[in-house]
């Protein structure tokens, strides 16, 4: 694998200094060049082609078990280990289901409040109508939650916040730019803390249906 390696790099770095990293001798690794290919490498460039050829035929979907399924139906005998090994080695991956994230739970007896805004997305003046919603956005740790709110007159952003949690303190701490106050339906039942964080700022908590965004205006 190390003189591998150095066959590669050796257009970008120097034999010796590759060499001399890696504890392997120049001449054994020009002796390894001079070698003819083994029986085991021939078979693996040939192997190769066809988990490539089986790889693009599906649209760079299928993964090392199904590859090595379709191989086996070919009537090829291999291993799944070496035809994992072969794909990494030429860089070729399977495409992940896109995972699904249920942010919405509208089973519960918690209070409601009134839609009083009743899908009037436009008002007339900025600052006098919210919308908050939370999303989720995969990551390689989990899920991570967006908070986000928007004026319904410029529909500009005024604020947002982050957390790996779907509670009450992550509408909370949405609109932190303008100190002020949300909050959103997620997957856990809708908050029935105290709305005094609300209050303070001059802000009501108005729901439309499930399926709508959560709305907020300020005292009049």
Known sequence: MKFAFIAEQEVAFSVSAMCQALGVTRSG???W???PPSASSKADA???VKVTAAHRRNRGIYGSPRIHRELRAQGVRVGKKRVERLMRENGLKGRQKKRFCCSTDSRHSLPVAPNVLDRNFNPTGPNRAWAGDV???GTEEGWLYLAVILDLFSRR???WSVSPINDRNLAL???QQRHTRTAAQGRRPPSHGPRQPLR????RDRLAQPWLHRQHEPYR
């Open 29 to 31: 690794y020009y002796a």
């Open 33 to 35: 060049k001079r070698r």
């Open 46 to 48: 040939q192997l190769a």
């Open 135 to 137: 999303t989720y956005i």
């Open 157 to 159: 952003v005024v604020g």
């Open 173 to 175: 701490q949405a609109p």
């Open 200 to 203: 303070q700022r001059g802000l």
